[in-house]
Structure formats: structure tokens, C-alpha cells
T-cell receptor
Framework: GAVVSQHPSWVICKSGTSVKIECRSL??????MFWYRQFPKQSLMLMAT?????????EQGVEKDKFLINHASLTLSTLTVTSAHPEDSSFYIC??????????????FGEGSRLTVL | AQTVTQSQPEMSVQEAETVTLSCTYD???????LFWYKQPPSRQMILVIR??????QNATENRFSVNFQKAAKSFSLKISDSQLGDAAMYFC????????????FGPGTSLSVIP
């Protein structure tokens, strides 16, 4: 199956700093990737849809200036948490769908990134 | 608006036994995908099973099978011969084919497997 790699898997940063999380599709091209946030024992909350070569589409209530998304190539999307604060601490997950061939709807997920802001 | 409901926050099953996880959804669409995803303690989500709404036959994947009742908008997952590695969070998900690929996840069911 298709592989999505997310890096880093965990990061600790000081309040006020920025953190970048990468999401790569290793063996397929992904024109669209998705970024989720997950709180403990809760479901995935879609933050934004990342589109290759264009601006991301943010869900209602998600600050686009706080969570910068860049999808510069067909295999890489990045999420930058700017001026991070303790309330931004969470588990962030990316996913991608195959761009070519018959659609199956299946999403391929990265390993997730746990962010802790001190 | 589409919604996905999982009424069982937690379930447990004895090893080698069978367990059924419930999922209901609400939509006005006629064609869509339904999925069950598993999130083990490692936290990476993986696909368990997939169902296309226009297919009446229930999907099966080895020990995993679904009971898809389109009229009732129900999509339950049956795990047979449960194994310790089945312990995880299970999320039911709805994908509206006709919309812009925005998958909706249910709140999840935490499954414990008792040795």
C-alpha cells in the first residue's frame, strides 16, 4: 500500500517558537493532503486541506495565521505551528489520498507528530 | 450535514471471541464510501475495511467483516477470533464521493482484548 511518512514523530518546544511538521507521500503523488488534530481519547479533527500549488483550505475555527500549511510539491506538505503556546500541544496527523488511478476513497496516514509546548 | 455516530465509547472482548462495533451515519447522498480505521497505541491510523454504498454485498477482510444496512444507515464491524493485536481505537468514517473529499470520522470505540 501507499506510504505516508510524517516527521518529526515528537517535538518539544518553548512557548513562542515555531515548529514545522513534514508530511511526505513516499511512493505516490498526492495533490491533496489533510491535516488533523487529535486530543487524547478523541477523534480526528480536520484542520485543513492542503492543495499542491495553491492555498490550503482551512476548517472553521482554525487560525490560518497560526497553522501555516505549504504544499510545495506532489509529495510534500508542511504544517508550521507559529508562535506556539501550551494550548497548541496536541497530536497532529496528516493523510493523503492517491491522486492517480481509480479513486477508492482510502486515506493513507502518517505516523503522527506529538507536539508539546512548554 | 453528514454525521457519524459510534454509540460504544469502549468495548471489550475475550481473546478468540467475536465482537461487533456499531456505527450509524446520516447522509442524503446515495453513493459514498464507508470505512473502518484502526488506531493502535502506536497512533498510526490504518485501514481495516472499506465498503462502497452502491455495493450490496458486505465487505470482508479475513477476520473482519461488516454488516452494511444502507436503508438503516448502519455500518457495523465484526471482528472474529479476536487477537491481542486487535486492541485499538476503531473509527468509523464516511466519505462523500460527490463532495470535495472531506472524510467524516466518528468519535471512536476503544476496544480492549482480554487474554
Amino acid at each position: 500500500g501507499a506510504v505516508v511518512s510524517q516527521h518529526p514523530s515528537w517535538v518539544i518546544c518553548k512557548s513562542g517558537t515555531s515548529v514545522k511538521i513534514e508530511c511526505r507521500s513516499l511512493d505516490f503523488q498526492a495533490t491533496t493532503m489533510f491535516w488533523y488534530r487529535q486530543f487524547p481519547k478523541q477523534s480526528l479533527m480536520l484542520m485543513a486541506t492542503s492543495n499542491e500549488g495553491s492555498k490550503a483550505t482551512y476548517e472553521q475555527g482554525v487560525e490560518k495565521d497560526k497553522f501555516l500549511i505549504n504544499h510545495a510539491s506532489l509529495t510534500l506538505s508542511t504544517l508550521t505551528v507559529t508562535s506556539a503556546h501550551p494550548e497548541d500541544s496536541s497530536f497532529y496527523i496528516c493523510s493523503a489520498e492517491l491522486s492517480m488511478g481509480p479513486g477508492t476513497g482510502e486515506l493513507f496516514f502518517g505516523e503522527g507528530s506529538r507536539l508539546t509546548v512548554l | 450535514a453528514q454525521t457519524v455516530t459510534q454509540s460504544q465509547p469502549e468495548m471489550s472482548v475475550q481473546e478468540a471471541e467475536t465482537v461487533t462495533l456499531s456505527c450509524t451515519y446520516d447522509t442524503s447522498e446515495s453513493d459514498y464510501y464507508l470505512f473502518w480505521y484502526k488506531q493502535p497505541p502506536s497512533r498510526q491510523m490504518i485501514l481495516v475495511i472499506r465498503q462502497e454504498a452502491y455495493k450490496q454485498q458486505n465487505a470482508t477482510e479475513n477476520r473482519f467483516s461488516v454488516n452494511f444496512q444502507k436503508a438503516a444507515k448502519s455500518f457495523s464491524l465484526k471482528i472474529s477470533d479476536s487477537q491481542l493485536g486487535d486492541a485499538a481505537m476503531y473509527f468509523c468514517a464516511y466519505d462523500p464521493k460527490t463532495s470535495y473529499d472531506k472524510v467524516i470520522f466518528g468519535p471512536g470505540t476503544s476496544l480492549s482484548v482480554i487474554p
